[in-house]
């Protein structure tokens, strides 16, 4: 048996931040993962705002944890030798007049106007005809090349197995855990919208949304900024091509790609570039959310080593960072480190 201070099910956004934290306070991780290509955090735009929402708001909690986000995504880039954070300022083009309107009253309020730039730069070929406003302290992660280069990191250390976690295989012993060869002192369950096969949180209810994004050829690609529009957000990558996105269909866990969802998309790409685009690919994928929006980040009330950190939401970027130090932290605090 070899002896680990955590095993963590679930190589998502969630689990590599809890096994990131766990690994910065010196504590020994094993992490599982199905190695599904088409979850939440492979496919997610990655995008994190200060000001968020329909109704454009600036919320002070949020934007703390998102400063700790930052700050935590430059410290594994370091670790790893990447750079997958871009902080970027988001060009929000307004749809209509009306919205113009709303958002200049909201610059009486000294939060939003702080995060916000009137003066935009102008990009050219781009339906602007309201104008729009920069959204600063804002930007996108390249989610699928921090989980694999993670994944590699992790592996290259013997810390990490593709496989299918079975629930009922796992040994609960008086203060430890077993699974296939491993025991361990602490267990942490970070499977996103799959956790409805979760025996041992049976009384956390994720509400899966799905949601679509695709991928553009555009000629004027080194032109582009961080774009929004009317629930549609385009984000110029360094491979030269745009990810556009995005959809949200609630208590949706139809994992089928859709043509309907590809449709939906170019129709709201078509509303911001006035030039050709061409559609190179078209992923779909399950967010894992809650009702009340809150996110899950629970010990379990029997098994004390038992954790699960869930329901991340549309806002896993900001979000998974620290709730996911917010459970290594409680481990840390009960000093059981095994090995
Ligand atoms: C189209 C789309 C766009 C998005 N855009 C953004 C965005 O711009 N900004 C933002 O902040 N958020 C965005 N999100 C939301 C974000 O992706 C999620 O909040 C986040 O990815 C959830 O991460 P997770 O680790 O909890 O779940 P997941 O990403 O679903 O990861 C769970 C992992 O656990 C594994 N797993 C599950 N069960 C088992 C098992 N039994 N054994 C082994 N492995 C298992 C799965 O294979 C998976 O790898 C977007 C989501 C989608 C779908």
Redesign the pocket.
């Known amino acids: 048996m070899k002896k680990i201070n955590s095993l963590i099910?679930?190589?998502?956004?969630?689990?590599s931040m809890v096994a990131f934290h766990l690994q910065q306070k010196g504590l020994s991780v094993m992490v599982?993962?199905?190695?599904?290509k088409n979850?939440?955090?492979?496919?997610?735009?990655?995008?994190?705002s200060s000001i968020s929402g329909k109704r454009k708001t600036f919320d002070e909690a949020m934007y703390s944890k998102q400063k700790f986000a930052i700050d935590t995504f430059r410290q594994m880039e370091k670790l790893l030798g990447v750079e997958f954070l871009h902080e970027e300022n988001i060009h929000h083009l307004f749809y209509s007049e009306n919205e113009k309107a709303e958002t200049l009253l909201r610059m009486h309020d000294e939060n939003f106007s702080a995060q916000t730039e009137l003066n935009t730069s102008s990009i050219e070929n781009i339906k602007q005809e309201h104008g729009a406003i920069e959204i600063k302290n804002s930007g996108?992660i390249d989610?699928a090349l921090m989980l694999d280069s993670y994944r590699n990191y992790l592996s290259a250390s013997h810390c990490f197995s593709m496989?299918?976690?079975k629930y009922d295989e796992l040994e609960i012993k008086n203060e430890v855990f077993c699974y296939g060869d491993f025991e361990f002192t602490n267990i942490i369950f970070?499977?996103?919208?799959?956790k409805q096969?979760n025996p041992f949180f049976e009384n956390e209810n994720i509400v899966p949304c799905k949601?679509?994004?695709i991928t553009l050829k555009y000629a004027n690609h080194g032109n582009l900024k961080i774009l929004k529009r009317n629930g549609c957000f385009l984000i110029p990558t360094n491979d030269e091509t745009v990810k556009a996105?995005?959809t949200y269909l609630w208590n949706n866990d139809n994992e089928q790609l859709l043509p309907s969802g590809r449709s939906e998309i170019k129709n709201k790409v078509n509303d911001i570039l006035s030039d050709e685009f061409e559609i190179i690919n078209h992923q779909t994928?399950?967010?894992?959310t809650t009702k009340n929006r809150e996110v899950i980040a629970k010990q379990h009330s029997e098994y004390k080593n038992m954790f699960m950190?869930?329901g991340?939401?549309?806002?896993?970027?900001?979000q998974?960072p620290y709730f996911a130090n917010y459970i290594s932290e409680l481990i840390e605090r009960k000093k059981i480190i095994a090995i």
């Open positions: 099910i679930g190589q998502g956004i969630a689990g599982i993962d199905a190695g599904k979850t939440a955090s492979r496919i997610a735009a990655g995008m994190f996108w989610c496989a299918d976690f970070c499977e996103g919208y799959q096969k949601g679509d994004m996105g995005s994928a399950i967010r894992p950190l869930n991340l939401g549309t806002k896993g970027i900001i998974a």
